[in-house]
Nanobody, 121 residues
Framework: QVQLVESAGGLVQAGGSLRLSCAAS????????MGWYRQTPGNQRELVAV???????NYADSVKGRFSISRDNAKKTVTLQMNNLKPDDTAVYYC???????????????WGQGTQVTVSS
């Protein structure tokens, strides 16, 4: 059993900052990548940022230069630092981990429960 537990989001004014954290626990053999996605009503879940084990990171164009993703591999955590937030960043944010639960497992995606981030204008 794998669990991803996210920190609470919140309400912030445009131009403000917010930090989201996520911790993975349970039966984990290895983690391929950890990242954040977001979803607004009526839309598909979209990638915000991902950190691949080994160092590579990738960001959505809309957040480049404003958001920063980091990982603590020993603690199995991922953090998303969000600066200069805009009303368009309002969404439910989901933590994602692509991992193997056992040495013989195929890498699979696991998701957190989601946390609301609201940016007021």
């Amino acid at each position: 059993q794998v669990q991803l537990v996210e920190s609470a989001g919140g309400l912030v004014q445009a131009g403000g900052s917010l930090r989201l954290s996520c911790a993975a626990s349970g039966s984990i053999f290895s983690i391929t990548a950890m990242g954040w996605y977001r979803q607004t009503p009526g839309n598909q879940r979209e990638l915000v940022a991902v950190s691949v084990t080994g160092g590579a990171t990738n960001y959505a164009d809309s957040v480049k230069g404003r958001f920063s993703i980091s990982r603590d591999n020993a603690k199995k955590t991922v953090t998303l630092q969000m600066n200069n937030l805009k009303p368009d960043d309002t969404a439910v944010y989901y933590c994602n981990a692509n991992l193997k639960s056992h040495w013989y497992s195929t890498p699979s995606d696991y998701w957190g429960q989601g946390t609301q981030v609201t940016v007021s204008s």
